[in-house]
Each structure stands twice: as structure tokens, then as C-alpha cells.
């Protein structure tokens, strides 16, 4: 199979030669036309030039050539590829190269032919044009001239053309190498950034998933190419990682209430503890929060494979949130909190009544929960597309290290509360999912020491 690189080369190389090659022919046959074109103009000029010294030879006072004259001249002109003949007015021949130098005029017009037809492929034949001869507008006789037709190269002209043509192929040689050593540099930059991702992903698939390449380049697909696949090993590190930490997470929360059972079952079979009420309750308990746990396990991974069902009805908003308030309040009372509900006014929106109550109680239950002394807030505001939820308290807070997991499976800010307190860590990634499959949007804005603010937008459609 072909490498990308090479497949690059060739088809730069392919597409310059043809491009070279094509150029080439067509700036050929504008050159050879313009060329052929001045030739033929040249040749219908040389010929009048003829003419008018062919008439120039005209003796008035003898009415007649001078014949001497008129044979220098055209043997000379034969020599240039024009065979001359003249005659008077009485069609009597004054002199005609034929005639006078057979051998001469048979090689310059075999010469000639030759030279059009091998080496230039033009094929012709030598062709008669007459002029007629004039001596002070006085008719005097006439110029017969054979050419090769429909016109000729002269040994100059095509010493000139083949120059031309050598330096044609010369440059169109030269600029195909450096069009293929350009390709060949071109091939490389491009594949090279992409023979290193493919080599990433195939690490990443063999597991080793902190291998990152290059995003550095200047080709806007290449560049996002690097950043997919380091997004990639990112998104499947953090995975593996969080997997490893969900494990871990699962086996913690399952070890306390579990080692608690044992012990207790054990000092019971073993007599070591009487089987009475108050100890059986206790073991109840810890069966109980088992249950919570894996029902809240469960619940979680319904919703995460976006199996959640609302079950849809309009209710007033603000009833719902001052319900959910009330609940809290006598918690929040024994503590010396002062909890305050920002009242708009009604509020239709239509969602999911249980769901939704589930979000703001699990808000509402933190902020009491996470503050020891001055109040929580629960806000109620319109912008021009939500109903924003504002639930702020001024508890313990969170480090900004901590707000992008606060979301997340397991994860509890306060290390130092145990399950009994802090709960699974789960409540949050289950509000998340809620208002995501609302339309909406939750986040949270937190300082240590100065407590936390949560706010959750519902858009007014819902």
C-alpha cells in the first residue's frame, strides 16, 4: 500500500508535469504562430524590396535591364531562398536564375524543403509570385519569384527558433525538478503532522494515553487535527482516571457500612453482644443507607444514559422553590441560620414537577448543610431568555481548584464530613442531568471561607 507521503509526491508530480507540460505545448504553438506570422510578413516585405532593386536596375536611356546588375542581385537573392526570374514587357525573358545556374537553384530549393518539411514538419512546395515592374510609374516589366510556400525558415530564423525552443525545454526541465523537490518538501510537511497523530492514536490504543502531538501548525486542518487527538487522550485519560477514582469511590463508600454490618453480626453469632432491639436497628440503619447508595447508583446511571422520562405539567415555579424552602427551614432555624426566599411572584413554566423539586431541594439541603452561621438566599430572577434560580449561602465554600468537580460523581469539597453528613456526592451530577434534559444550565461560583452560590437557569419555553 502506498504511504501518504508518496502518494503526495506523485500527484504534485503528475499535476506539475501535466501543468509544465501542458503550458509548454500551448506557449509553443502561440510562439511558432507569432513567429510564423512575422515570417510571412517578412517574406511578403523582402519580396516588394526585391522588386523595387530588380527596378532600379532600369536604364531609361537604353530602355532596357542591365542585365549585369540584375544577375548579381539575383543570384544573391537565390542564395536567400528566393528563385527570381525577369521579363520585359514583351514577356522576353531578361534573366532567370534557373537558367542561368540550374545546380545552384536545384540545391538552395532541395536545401530549403528539407529544412521545412525534417526539421520542422511543414510541408509546401515552392510557389510563383509576380510582381509587376515599374520605372517612374511607367510599367517596365515583371518579377517572377519562387518561395517556399506557405512560407520559410532562413538559416537565422531558424537558428533562432531552435534556440528558442532549447531554451523552452531547458526552463521547463529546470522548473519541473524544483517543482518536484518543492513537492517532495510540500509532501512532507503535510504528512508528517499526520504520520505523527496516526502514531499517537496507536499508541492510545495500546493504552498509553499520555502520549499528546504537536498543535503548533499554521494549516488550520492539520492544527485541528492535533487538537482532536489530544483532546482524545485528555478525554480518555480523564475517563480511565475517573474510572479508577469511581472504583475507588464505590469500594469506599461500600467498606464503612459494610465492615460496620460484619462487626456486628460477628460479636452477635459469636455472643460477644446480645441480638437486642437497639443493635439490630443500628445494623438496619447501615442496610438502609446501603440501599440509598445503590438506589442513588442507580438512579445516576439512568439518567446518565439519558433514559430519564420528565413527566411534563405547567406549575407555578416560585411555589415549588418556597416548598422546597420550607422544608429546610426548622434545620436552618436550629443552626441560627436565616434563610430567605426572594419572592417574584408566580411563575408558570412547564417541566417536571418531582424532578425539579429533587434539583432545588438538593441546592437548597447543601446550603443549609455547608453553613454554620449567617443565612442562605434563594433568588428568583427574569432575564430576557431564563428564569434564574439563585441559591446562595454564606457557608465553607470551595477552593476554585475544586468548582470543576463539584459535578462530578463521588466528589465532595469537604473532605473532612463523612457519608453520613456529606452523603454519596452524588447529588449535584444528578441535578446537573435533570436541568440539562430541561434545556437549562446549572453552575456554581464559590470562595473558601465565604460561602458558595448556585444558579440554575430555566429557559422560559419549558
Known amino acids: 500500500m502506498i504511504s501518504l507521503r508518496n502518494r503526495l509526491v506523485l500527484t504534485y508530480a503528475l499535476f506539475i508535469c501535466v501543468s509544465v507540460l501542458v503550458m509548454g505545448i500551448i506557449i509553443n504553438r502561440f510562439a511558432e504562430k507569432l513567429f510564423s506570422a512575422f515570417v510571412t510578413e517578412n517574406i511578403n516585405a523582402e519580396s516588394a524590396e526585391i522588386a523595387n532593386t530588380i527596378s ?51 540545391m538552395v530549393i532541395n536545401e530549403i524543403t528539407g529544412r521545412m518539411e525534417n526539421e520542422f514538419g511543414i510541408g509546401g512546395s515552392f510557389q510563383t509570385n509576380q510582381f509587376l515592374l515599374s520605372y517612374e510609374d511607367i510599367p517596365i516589366g515583371y518579377l517572377n519569384i519562387e518561395t517556399f510556400g506557405p512560407y520559410f525558415y532562413s538559416k ?79 478525554t480518555l485519560e480523564n475517563g480511565e482516571r475517573w474510572q479508577k477514582q469511581l472504583t475507588s469511590d464505590i469500594a ?17 453469632i459469636d455472643g460477644v453482644w446480645e441480638p437486642t432491639t437497639e443493635r439490630l436497628s443500628s ?30 405539567t405547567e406549575f407555578d415555579l416560585t411555589k415549588l422553590i418556597s416548598a422546597a424552602t420550607e422544608r429546610f427551614r426548622p434545620a ?86 463523612s457519608r453520613n453528613t456529606g452523603g454519596a456526592g452524588i447529588g449535584l451530577s444528578i441535578a446537573q442531568i435533570i436541568v440539562s434534559d430541561h434545556g437549562g444550565q446549572i453552575h456554581a461560583e464559590s470562595k473558601a471561607g465565604e460561602g458558595s452560590s448556585f444558579t440554575v437557569r430555566l429557559p422560559k419555553g419549558i
Open 252 to 268: 469506599h463508600e461500600l467498606r464503612t457500612p459494610l465492615t460496620c454490618l460484619q462487626g456486628n453480626m460477628e460479636a452477635m
Open 56 to 106: 532600379d536596375q532600369w536604364d531609361p536611356n537604353a530602355h532596357s535591364f542591365d542585365v549585369i546588375s540584375v544577375e548579381a542581385m539575383g543570384m544573391h537573392f537565390v542564395h536567400e531562398g528566393y528563385i527570381v526570374s525577369v521579363v520585359d514587357m514583351n514577356s522576353e525573358t531578361v534573366w532567370d536564375a534557373r537558367a542561368c545556374d540550374m545546380q545552384q537553384c536545384t
Open 156 to 234: 537565422n530564423e531558424s537558428a533562432f527558433l531552435f534556440g528558442l525552443n532549447r531554451f523552452f525545454l531547458t526552463a521547463g526541465s529546470i522548473f519541473i525538478i524544483l517543482s518536484i523537490l518543492l513537492s517532495v518538501f510540500l509532501a512532507a510537511e503535510i504528512s508528517k503532522p499526520i504520520l505523527k497523530a496516526s502514531e499517537a492514536a496507536r499508541h492510545i490504543a495500546s493504552g498509553e494515553l499520555s502520549v499528546r502531538v504537536p498543535a503548533h501548525y499554521r494549516t488550520r486542518e492539520i492544527r485541528e487535527l492535533s487538537w482532536s487527538v489530544n483532546d482524545l487522550a485528555a
Open 283 to 312: 445494623s438496619y440503619e447501615e442496610i438502609v443507607r446501603l440501599n440509598k447508595l445503590v438506589e442513588d447508583m442507580n438512579r445516576l446511571s439512568i439518567l446518565e444514559q439519558k433514559n430519564l422520562i420528565l413527566h411534563r
Open 332 to 417: 436552618a432555624l436550629e443552626k441560627g441560620i436565616e434563610i430567605t426566599l426572594v419572592n417574584p411572584g408566580e411563575i408558570i413554566v412547564n417541566g417536571d414537577y418531582d424532578r425539579l423539586t429533587q434539583v432545588f431541594t438538593n441546592l437548597i439541603s447543601n446550603a443549609v448543610k455547608y453553613t454554620d452561621r449567617g443565612s442562605v438566599t434563594i433568588d428568583i430572577a427574569e432575564t430576557a431568555q431564563y428564569w434564574e434560580v439563585s441559591v446562595t449561602d454564606t457557608g465553607i465554600g470551595m477552593g476554585e481548584d475544586e468548582l470543576p468537580h463539584i459535578f462530578e460523581r463521588f466528589y465532595r469539597s469537604d473532605k473532612s464530613r
